[in-house]
């Protein structure tokens, strides 16, 4: 037995449970609520036991101060061989890597690239020679 309920039954916006559970009434808001007033005392326990040394204590509260350090790069002006073919445009990358001028993971991102746009042009050029085939086919037939 299939339940299938009409597409137009709810309106964009209009809940399908308009009786459902009220807002802030989830066991974590409640958890929240309840250790509420305890916070202040809590933290500094948890402060208390990172300065004696408590390594776990410190990791916690460091972690939740201070969100992790973000690597950045920065951006590097790479001259690629115009109408060049791919494998010049690797070497090309290869050797900015191998001279300092662009960072490995910069290098190894730009050759997938690279190596991503041989597959589209493949796929491209196999489109095309099929489209030739297709047309040979029918105008023998």
Known sequence: MTNKTPSN??????????AGRPPGQSAITRLRA?????????????VAAAKGGD??????????????VK?????????????GTLTAQGRSVLFAVASGQL????GALLLSAIGSLARVIEINEMEARLT??????????
């Open 9 to 18: 039954l709810w309106k964009p916006g209009q809940s399908g449970n308009p």
């Open 34 to 46: 309840q250790l509420e007033p305890d916070a202040p005392e809590i933290l500094q326990t948890m």
């Open 55 to 68: 390594v776990q204590a410190a990791r916690l509260i460091l972690e939740r101060i201070l969100p992790p």
């Open 71 to 83: 690597a950045t790069e920065q951006m590097v002006g790479l001259q690629m061989p115009e109408g």
């Open 103 to 106: 960072a490995p993971g910069q």
């Open 132 to 141: 030739i085939l297709e047309e040979r086919q029918h105008a023998t037939s």
